[in-house]
């Protein structure tokens, strides 16, 4: 299991499209990954439950990978996040 | 196993295409078959009802027909459950975030999907 905070950089937070492309970068690997912001967590998988989170810029987002592919989970996640999710920062 | 699932939206006015859209552009896709029922105050719900019909067996390649309604007791949902098709499920109550959990799980089967629709419509309320 690995675990990193990553923090939200982009204007418009982990806003609907953001989270649609958290969720597919999620479906493109088999591991177990969960986003956590302070005591509410969500399934990087469920676009609803990622929306629930409301992560606006500058929240701190904790995120843990379970499973044979961990690593390379992370790396592209840690990617999309330092992209703001693609939107520029 | 990849499942085929076909979605028709039936609901008040334009409602239904505005809410299709909006979560299309969200995904960069539309992930299922879809087609949208406009009802409005001049329709007669017998020739919505025909053409609900229509679209039902047209969208059905064997996996079923999921289909998404706004309000309970209205006449587009009156038209909904008043289509007799053996593999449909129908849901009322439709909003935003009911799509967008649908969309998320384009691989489900039609029971799945109708569990989904219901869990998403539902998450998406609450007071912030």
Known sequence: MITKKLLIMNKLGLHARAAAKVVSTANKFKSNITLVKGDKNADARSIMKILMLSASKGSDIEIIVDGNDQKDAMKSLEKLFHNGFDEGI | MKMNVGILIITHSDIGKQILLTATSVFGITPFRVEVLSVDNYDQPNDVKQLGEKYIN????????LVLTDIIGTTPSNIAASINHTNMKVVAGLNLSMILNVF???NKSLDQL?????EGGIDGIMKI
């Open chain 2, 58 to 65: 047209f969208l059905d390649e064997g996996d079923g027909v």
């Open chain 2, 114 to 118: 109708a569990k989904k629709a219901i």
């Open chain 2, 104 to 106: 998320n799980y384009p």
